[in-house]
């Protein structure tokens, strides 16, 4: 099946530092890609959806200077948290789609984020 | 809006019971997307099933089984003879269209089951 990879898997980070997570379709072109965050023991929360080319679409109540989307191409999609604070540690998790295929969204495994 | 409801929060059961989780659903949409994802303790989401909303066909996968009823708003996803690999966060999701940026997913609250032996 489709495979998304998301890289660090662990990122533990210092207050104020920015962090850049990268998500990528390994064997298919995403024409679009989520940014889904989760709190211990939540539900995913989408953040922001990012198509190929263009700016990101971010969700309400989503900080878009703060949450950096950048799909540069049709296989990968960056998160950068910038100035990083202990309240945005969390569980990243992106997904991947293609509407040229079965239309299943592919998760990554995830990213977790610990700002100290 | 779209809203996805799992009132349970978490179950647990003896290996070998069925066990049903519970999701309703609200939306506006009179065509919309309904899933099923697992969440191991690994975090990496499982996909189990997708349904659309003109189809209330059920649907048997081995000892899973999901019970579509719009009537009710209710996408019901029972396990039989349930097993310790089963142990996980369940998700019940939905999504307005299956391409583009609508075809984001809004998730329930999931539900923790625990099977033990």
């Known amino acids: 099946g489709a495979v998304v990879s998301q890289h660090p898997s662990r990122v533990i980070c210092k207050s104020g530092t920015s962090v850049k997570i990268e998500c990528r379709s390994l064997?298919?072109?995403?024409?679009?890609m989520f940014w889904y965050r989760q709190f211990p023991k939540q539900s995913l929360m989408l953040m922001a959806t990012?198509?190929?080319?263009?700016?990101?679409?971010?969700e309400q109540g989503v900080e878009k200077d703060k949450f950096l989307i950048n799909h540069a191409s049709l296989t990968l999609s960056t998160l950068t948290v910038t100035s990083a604070h202990p309240e945005d540690s969390s569980f990243y998790i992106c997904?991947?789609?293609?509407?040229?295929?079965?239309?299943?969204?592919?998760f990554g495994p995830g990213t977790r984020l610990t700002v100290t | 809006a779209q809203k996805v409801t799992q009132a349970q929060t978490e179950i647990s059961v003896v290996e070998k019971e069925d066990v049903t989780l519970d999701c309703v659903y609200e939306?506006?949409?009179?065509?919309?997307?309904l899933f099923w994802y697992k969440q191991p303790p690994s975090g990496e989401l499982v996909f189990l099933i997708r349904?659309?909303?003109?189809?209330?066909q059920n649907e048997i996968s081995g000892r899973y089984s999901w019970n579509f009823q719009k009537s009710t708003s209710s996408f019901n996803f029972t396990i039989t003879a349930s097993q310790v690999v089963d142990s996980a966060v369940y998700f019940c999701?939905?999504?307005?269209?299956?391409?583009?940026?609508?075809?984001?997913?809004?998730f329930g609250k999931g539900i923790t089951l625990s099977v033990r032996p």
């Open positions: 999701a939905l999504s307005r269209k299956l391409t583009g940026a609508n075809s984001k997913l809004t």
């Open positions: 997904s991947a789609k293609t509407d040229f295929r079965t239309y299943e969204q592919y």
């Open positions: 990012s198509n190929e080319g263009s700016k990101a679409t971010y």
């Open positions: 349904r659309n909303s003109f189809d209330e």
């Open positions: 939306t506006r949409d009179t065509t919309y997307y």
């Open positions: 064997d298919f072109q995403a024409t679009t």
